[in-house]
C-alpha cells in the first residue's frame, strides 16, 4: 500500500508506535518518516507520550471522590432553611409624573401603590395617608405560602412594623409616621427579599 505523499495522518503514527500496523504498511511508514522530518518528530512525541502513560503508576481516585467532583457541577434545587437574598426593583409608582389612562385629572389620590418586581414574585404595595401617620399595606403576587412583611428605618422614633401574611399572601402593616423605610419580605417557601420603598409623607 503506496502512502499519500505529503504526511502520515496522526492516527497512523499512534498505531506505528504501539505496533498495530501490518508490516507492509509498516515498512512504508518507516521509508516515509526517513524523509519527512516533520512527520518524524511526530512520532518522536507519539512515542514519548506511550511511554509515559505505560510508565504512570498514579492510581485512580476512589469511585465516591469522583462522584462527589462531578455532583458539584451538577444543577441541584436549593436545600431547605437556605435563603436567597432578592432586591426588589420598582416597577411602577402610582406617584410618577404623567397620567395613566383611567385616571381624572385634577383628583389627587388619596393613596399610592407601587409595584416592585424581585425575582419571581411581585409585590403590590399601597400606601395612604391617615391621622396618626402612614398605613402601608400590600399583597405577594406570585408563588406565596406565607412568610411576612417588616418595615424597618423611618428614624429613632419609628420602631419597625411586622405583620404575617394571611392566606391570600397580603400584609397590613401598623401605622408609621412619615419617613424613609426599608420593606423587607421573607417569604417562607420561596425566598428572602429586600426592596427599598420611597419615603412617605
Same mark, same amino acid.
Given at each position: 500500500?503506496?502512502?499519500?505523499?505529503?504526511?502520515?495522518?496522526?492516527?497512523?503514527?499512534?498505531?506505528?508506535?504501539?505496533?498495530?500496523?501490518?508490516?507492509?504498511?509498516?515498512? @512504508?511508514?518507516? /521509508?516515509?518518516?526517513? +524523509?519527512?522530518?516533520?512527520?518524524? %518528530? *511526530?512520532? =518522536?512525541?507519539?512515542?514519548? #507520550?506511550?511511554?509515559?502513560?505505560?510508565?504512570?503508576?498514579?492510581?485512580?481516585?476512589?469511585?465516591?471522590?469522583?462522584?462527589?467532583?462531578?455532583?458539584?457541577?451538577?444543577?441541584?434545587?436549593?436545600?431547605?432553611?437556605?435563603?436567597?437574598?432578592?432586591?426588589?426593583?420598582?416597577?411602577? @409608582?402610582?406617584? /410618577?409624573?404623567?397620567? +395613566?389612562?383611567?385616571?381624572?385629572? %385634577? *383628583?389627587? =389620590?388619596?393613596?399610592?401603590? #407601587?409595584?416592585?418586581?424581585?425575582?419571581?414574585?411581585?409585590?403590590?404595595?399601597?400606601?395612604?395617608?391617615?391621622?396618626?401617620?402612614?398605613?402601608?399595606?400590600?399583597?405577594?403576587?406570585?408563588?406565596?405560602?406565607?412568610?411576612?412583611?417588616?418595615?424597618?428605618?423611618?428614624?429613632?422614633?419609628?420602631?419597625? /412594623?411586622?405583620?404575617?401574611?394571611?392566606?391570600?399572601?397580603?400584609?397590613?402593616?401598623?401605622?408609621?409616621?412619615?419617613?424613609?423605610?426599608?420593606?423587607?419580605?421573607?417569604?417562607?417557601?420561596?425566598?428572602?427579599?429586600?426592596?427599598?420603598?420611597?419615603?412617605?409623607?
Amino acid at each position: 500500500m503506496k502512502l499519500a505523499p505529503r504526511h502520515i495522518p496522526f492516527e497512523r503514527l499512534v498505531d506505528l508506535a504501539e505496533g498495530h500496523l501490518a508490516p507492509e504498511n509498516s515498512r @512504508d511508514a518507516r /521509508a516515509h518518516l526517513a +524523509a519527512c522530518a516533520a512527520c518524524a %518528530g *511526530q512520532l =518522536a512525541e507519539v512515542e514519548r #507520550l506511550t511511554g509515559l502513560m505505560r510508565a504512570d503508576t498514579s492510581e485512580d481516585a476512589p469511585r465516591d471522590v469522583l462522584a462527589g467532583a462531578i455532583g458539584l457541577f451538577r444543577t441541584r434545587p436549593a436545600r431547605a432553611g437556605v435563603l436567597r437574598r432578592v432586591v426588589a426593583a420598582l416597577g411602577f @409608582d402610582s406617584g /410618577a409624573p404623567g397620567l +395613566a389612562f383611567g385616571v381624572r385629572s %385634577g *383628583q389627587a =389620590a388619596a393613596s399610592r401603590q #407601587l409595584i416592585f418586581n424581585a425575582g419571581d414574585v411581585d409585590v403590590d404595595l399601597r400606601i395612604a395617608p391617615g391621622a396618626e401617620g402612614w398605613a402601608v399595606s400590600g399583597q405577594v403576587l406570585g408563588e406565596c405560602g406565607g412568610g411576612w412583611a417588616e418595615l424597618g428605618g423611618g428614624g429613632e422614633q419609628a420602631a419597625a /412594623a411586622r405583620a404575617e401574611l394571611n392566606e391570600l399572601c397580603e400584609f397590613a402593616l401598623p401605622v408609621v409616621p412619615a419617613g424613609s423605610y426599608t420593606l423587607r419580605l421573607r417569604l417562607d417557601d420561596l425566598l428572602g427579599g429586600t426592596g427599598r420603598a420611597p419615603g412617605v409623607g
